[in-house]
């Protein structure tokens, strides 16, 4: 899998704290921003019409890699699809059938049994063969899964069910069709919220920053399925900052159009090149070469329609989905793109043609492919001292506010964005329309509230005097929010049709002032599952088959974004 990998090792402190986007959020001290800018006179570039391709992202180097005798765990089964009917089979040896009282401590089986829950997502805390009331707990929301009654022992028939070789039928995950190829050319970055000891909302046996990790995978392999790339803030129980979220998503863009630029260079280069050559021949010789590639253009033609025709029969012989139709129309587009070479190939011989004959000042034509290549030379040079600002963020995933995410306030009280992060955010605001998405996954929860549930998308939108921002109120003002709203939309339209939770209730759009959202410009979303204080909620969040639907509800929202 295509994801950024990051490992810490780092200690569980379950809390009973609610994951609610509105709470208040403590910021360190900031350091000081980093001083001696260029200064660089910034032109705005064209919005590129290619693809982008796939884009390294910064590794940091494991300190620890987690495993199963932690204090802590990760999901280790990512598959989507693969053994649905039975998924989850026990691996290990057999496992004896037999009764065990609440309380037991010193057991093997019970060490097994907190190892094999807590893997499938129930938390009990230490595997340390104690049955304790944490491992009668996850244990009691397992029994309530799969639908057996529960029971204050470890009783043999739930034994039988954890440790089947053959797989655990009651948490078959339901198939669904993913179009191969479909979303390539898209970026998706993917936040697990929370990790490491910011555990998140926890109730019972659900823990957010675990929920969230298998979520987030389910997600990503859906999505890579499609064709995407996907890009995860985080893979394991590590904690990473808020800053970290954010720098690694504008980083990536930020690699992405610099990568963009040097191909507009080559290009441009490559074009003055071209001219130069055709600017050593006379008018007989260029006469020839016009004549050659009309004939080249011509024959290409009637190869398209012959192509044209070969597209159609194999479309309505075989289907869309056949290899022949696929075949064919990749020979097509391959034809088509040949063409328009030619084409343009064909059109500069005439024009450097008709140029000599009207003595045009082929140095001061030349003069201009020069002026343009020193302007996206210096546009990459800018773009590339901008990626240098998120360093520090990068090089140092857990701290935060620091770089361009210094608290600076005006003289109102209000908070004050860096000037070159604005700048950022300007440029790639542009870029990412239509081509990137931001999504971060959590679960809700709200204190003495137990009948508030359901699913909720939070954006966050344009700074305005009415809005409930707080001290950010005036933050930015070039939020591309357009997108932001259809993203949310379309993301809400495939969750109230997917109906993950199996409530028919519909989800929620709200506007919300929330960190990773306001420090991007990329089209980006909060997604609240469900809330971890609410009995249905919880349960169905904790289930494999609500999570995939959840994942397939992301794919169909997605498919609605990009695709229309």
Known sequence: MKVLKIFFAAALTISMVACSPSGTMVETTPSQTPVGTPSFTFTPISTPTEKPVATPTPVVEPTATPGVSDEYYIYTIHGVGENSASPYPWEGEAVEPVTIKYGTSGSDTVRLVQERLTKLGFYCSVANGTYNSRTRTALNDFQTMIGMEKTEDITPEVLEVLFDPKGIPQLAIEEFDITEGILDGFTVFIDAGHG??????????????????????????????????????????????????SALTNYVVLTDMKKDTEKKIELVRAQMEERL????????????????????????????????????????????????????????????????????????????????????????????????????????????YYMGLFDINIENPTTEFEGLYVKTYDENGFKIIEPELAEIMDITGTFCENKYAFLSIHVNGVDNAPNVSGTEIYVRNKNTSNNNYGINRYYYQNYN????????????????????????????????????????????????????????????????????????????????????
């Open 481 to 564: 929010a357009e997108e932001r709203s259809a993203l949310a939309g379309d993301l809400k339209t495939a969750f109230d049709e997917v109906n993950p939770m199996g409530d028919n209730k519909a989800s929620v759009i709200k506007d919300q002032d929330l960190f990773v959202l306001r420090e991007m410009n990329v089209p980006g979303i909060l997604l609240e599952m469900g809330y971890s204080t609410n009995d249905h909620d919880r349960l169905a969040m904790m289930t494999p088959n609500v999570r995939n639907k959840f994942a397939y509800g992301i794919y169909q929202g997605l498919m609605l974004y990009y695709l229309g």
């Open 196 to 245: 490491g000891d910011d555990t998140g909302t926890a109730r019972g046996s659900l823990v957010e920053r675990t929920v969230v990790i298998d979520q987030s995978y389910r997600i990503a392999t859906m999505l890579e399925k499609a064709g995407a790339r996907v890009i995860m803030t985080r893979i394991d129980n590590t904690k990473v900052a808020l800053s970290y979220r």
């Open 277 to 384: 050559t055709y600017a050593q021949m006379g008018a007989t010789e260029l006469s020839q070469n016009a004549d050659t590639l009309r004939e080249s253009i011509v024959k290409a033609m009637t190869e398209k329609m012959r192509l044209d025709a070969a597209v159609t029969a194999a479309l309505d012989g075989y289907g869309s989905d056949s290899d022949e139709y696929k075949d064919a129309l990749a020979a097509l587009t391959e034809y088509e793109a040949e063409i328009e070479k030619l084409n343009a190939k064909y059109q500069l011989v005439r024009q450097m043609y008709f140029s000599l004959q009207l003595n045009v000042d082929l140095d001061d034509f030349i003069e201009k492919f020069r002026i343009r290549i020193a302007e996206l030379e210096e546009y990459r040079d800018k773009i590339e």
